[in-house]
């Protein structure tokens, strides 16, 4: 008999629930006793049948069957188990020992055969084996599924990051990738694994990605974060922006550094890491930043953008004592187009003057837009001011054509100042001053050329201010005085015409010249009031002499290049003149070639309008613009003035005289006029004479003088000049 014991050790919480079925009573009572003195939980059953209706209405953890039974034999209720309760063990007890039996039972699931009549201790010891392995199977088959659980957690986790994860073994090759580099790049995990990281690094990256790994200090406290542009899939050319955090994997916390991981690759894990798709923070970035440093109209670098680029220029230009240029350009006649066209079409037409200005430039080149029409250019490094003649006379020549806005054909003309560093100064504020005072004297002189900053043109900016104050309170103090120098015929001396020019007299400065605040008044657009005070007073003055007996006597003004652009220039010009009661006929214009070809088709119909009323037209200043003569002889041009610089040629005897000798040749077979400018000595005199050219001006007989002085004038020698001369 089994001594009496404690419960097995295999039977966990609560006692093993065994089902006997045997179909002798005695033998089924005998093995119930004896398995429940080990506290067993035991249930008997007398028959096959019963031990099925028992195995329907519980569940057991173990069976002992006998296999011969009447009715339902010992393999019938096997099959019942195997089918309702699998996990319950089988042990068979049986009086049949052949091998067919035995083996059968066992295919059938049996665990274990224990033959009639038994040695109980010997059932006992196979009871709690077959239970112990029971419980063993079980507690394996649960690690297992919490294993799996685990594993697919950690999967998902992994897997469902807004980051690639990854793991790379000590050489950079990829060990593991998660999903995650299939939604962002386009790769399959497992074609990366076995990869060396660099293949997806973008070019310019590789040598700081595949550095960034081999400090000796990085760990998982102290990682290492660098951004890098990681390549799409397909498309070497698309990348994207990655912030890549990774450390060397502490063994201590991830024992497994010698486990290598997807099989396939021969090396264990070394590093980990984690890579964040930061391109939208870039791209915001660098958007924020165009429009910080950009002009988004015109896409070219604005103010700030310039000056940074022209301070570092300066300094390398310093460095290796080289020339640099700044260009100021402003455009001319933006402004009509923008205030007749309206503020769309004036963009458009900035984008497209843009567009012809960058084809002329060189890489190295900065072209910003200063503001509103003004744009500034750099030169980087220059050989010789000649560089950015060159390239100034390409800038000019790129917006001569027309540029066609909608059904609109419009012209447009850039005046260009130059400052050179170091002459034209020394620092990133002077060039760009020096350049834009140095652009103003193009605009005072007829617009659409350049001009190079010379000192003489300085008017440091607290001067500058205050002169424009001052310029304000001239024209409301009326300060504004008219000087007249006289045009004379020189086979008569009698004086033909009076040519108005301004003056003013500041009253701290003396008597300014118009060089000295000219170019200011055009940028500040008091241009337009200044003129219309020295033609009111010359309409006056001259007038007053015409109608004392000089009725031929001719008034010749000069006009600013935004007096003629204005649209409404014919009336008012008219209207001023008609209000004076002067003679249109004893008024000549001066304009320069500049003015005139800078929208030729406007000012020709200007220049006819006035024609018609007896208004007489100088080009003043003639040989020093485009002399493109193709003009002479469309418009109603009546007289040429010949620059003083050619005049001054004729002493020296340089080619100037020649020019000279061709302009009088021309005005005369276009049957002009001419006045030769400048005159200042015997010997002009006498060549001019000898070409035919006789109507003169300059110190010769005399500088621009007051009016009260060219009335003493007219009234002791009538149009007479002999005695002056
Ligand atoms: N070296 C030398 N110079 C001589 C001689 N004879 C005359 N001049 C100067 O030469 C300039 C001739 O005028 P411009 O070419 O029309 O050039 C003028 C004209 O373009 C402009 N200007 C003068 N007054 C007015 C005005 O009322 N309105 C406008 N829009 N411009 C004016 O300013 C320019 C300079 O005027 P100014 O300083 O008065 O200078 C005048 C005159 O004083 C000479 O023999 N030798």
């Not at 419980?135 to 992994?158: C, D, G, M, N, P």
């Not at 008609?578 to 214009?589: K, Q």
């Not at 005049?647 to 049957?671: F, P, Q, W, Y």
Request: hydrophobic share 40%.
């Amino acid at each position: 008999m089994a001594p009496e014991q404690s419960r097995p050790p295999s039977s966990g919480f609560y006692p093993a629930r065994i089902l006997v079925a045997d179909d002798e009573p005695r033998l089924l009572t005998s093995l119930a006793a004896l398995l429940r003195r080990r506290n067993f939980d035991v249930t008997e059953a007398g028959s096959g049948r019963e031990a099925c209706d028992q195995l329907t209405d519980q569940s057991f953890d173990l069976a002992l069957l006998d296999l011969n039974m009447p009715d339902t034999d010992g393999f019938a209720v096997m099959e019942k188990i195997a089918r309702l309760q699998p996990d319950c063990g089988v042990i068979v007890v049986s009086g049949e020992s052949s091998f067919s039996t035995v083996s059968r039972a066992l295919r059938r699931g049996a665990l274990d055969y224990i033959r009639k009549p038994f040695d109980p201790e010997e059932l006992l010891a196979t009871v709690e084996s077959v239970l112990g392995k029971q419980s063993l199977i079980k507690a394996h088959e649960l690690i297992q599924t919490r294993l799996e659980k685990s594993e697919a957690l950690h999967r998902y986790i992994v897997n469902s990051s807004p980051d690639i994860v990854f793991m790379l073994d000590k050489t950079g090759h990829i060990c593991f990738i998660n999903n995650k580099v299939e939604s962002l790049l386009g790769y399959q995990p497992a074609e990366l694994c076995g990869e060396h990281f660099r293949v997806i690094l973008d070019d310019r990256d590789v040598a700081r990605g595949t550095y960034a790994l081999r400090g000796p200090d990085i760990s998982a406290d102290n990682p290492r974060t660098l951004e890098v542009r990681l390549k799409t899939r397909g498309n070497s050319k698309a990348t994207r922006h990655f912030e890549i955090t990774a450390f060397p994997v502490d063994p201590q916390s991830w024992p497994q550094t010698g486990v290598t991981l997807g099989g396939s690759t021969r090396q264990p894990a070394r590093y980990y890491g984690i890579a964040r798709d930061v391109t939208e923070r870039k791209e915001a970035e660098a958007f924020i930043n165009f429009q910080a440093y950009h002009d988004l109209l015109t896409r070219l670098p604005n103010r700030a953008l310039f000056k940074d680029r022209l301070e570092l220029a300066i300094t390398q230009a310093r460095r290796s004592e080289q020339k640099l240029a700044v260009m100021f350009l402003d455009l001319d006649r933006f402004k009509v187009v923008n205030d007749t066209l309206g503020h769309a079409m004036g963009d458009r037409l900035l984008q497209a003057v843009t567009h012809r200005l960058e084809k002329c430039l060189r890489r190295g080149d900065t072209l910003s837009r200063f503001g509103g029409d003004e744009f500034t250019l750099l030169l980087p490094s220059i050989h010789s001011p000649e560089d950015a003649r060159g390239i100034a006379k390409k800038l000019i020549q790129a917006l001569k054509d027309p540029f066609q806005l909608g059904n609109h054909e419009v012209f447009v003309g850039v005046s260009i100042g130059i400052a050179v560093f170091p002459d034209a100064g020394n620092t990133m504020d002077q060039l760009i001053q020096n350049a834009d005072i140095a652009m103003y004297h193009v605009k005072a002189r007829g617009k659409d050329g350049y001009r190079f900053f010379t000192d003489s043109m300085s008017i440091d900016t607290a001067h500058r201010l205050s002169l424009e104050r001052d310029l304000r309170l001239a024209l409301e103090r009326d300060e504004l005085r008219v000087h007249y120098q006289p045009q004379v015929c020189s086979r008569t001396n009698q004086v033909v015409g009076l040519e108005a020019l301004v003056r003013w007299q500041h009253p701290e400065r003396g008597l300014l010249y118009p060089a000295d605040f000219l170019p200011l008044a055009e940028e500040t657009r008091l241009i337009g009031k200044l003129s219309e005070r020295v033609l009111d007073q010359a309409c006056r003055d001259v007038g007053r002499w015409i109608n004392s007996g000089h009725p031929t006597l001719r008034l010749a003004v000069n006009l600013s290049p935004s007096q003629v652009e204005h649209p409404r220039f014919v009336e008012t010009l008219l209207e001023r003149v008609r209000a004076h009661r002067f003679p249109a006929r004893n008024l000549e214009i001066e304009i320069t070639e500049n003015v005139i070809m800078s929208d030729l088709e406007q000012i020709s119909r200007k220049l006819k309008e006035l024609a018609d009323t007896g208004v007489r037209i100088a080009i003043d200043d003639f040989g020093t613009g485009y002399s493109s003569l193709n003009y002479l002889h469309r418009l109603p041009i009546h007289t040429l003035k010949v620059d003083q610089s050619f005049v001054k040629a004729i002493r020296s005897g340089e080619d100037g005289a020649c020019i000279v000798n061709a302009i009088v040749a021309m005005a005369h077979g276009l049957k002009l006029e001419i006045v030769a400018e400048g005159v200042e000595t015997d010997d002009q005199l006498s060549y001019l004479k000898s070409l035919g050219c006789h109507q003169v001006q300059g110190f010769f007989y005399g500088p621009a003088r007051p009016a009260a002085d060219i009335s003493r004038l007219l009234r002791r020698d009538g149009l007479a000049f002999a005695s002056t001369a």
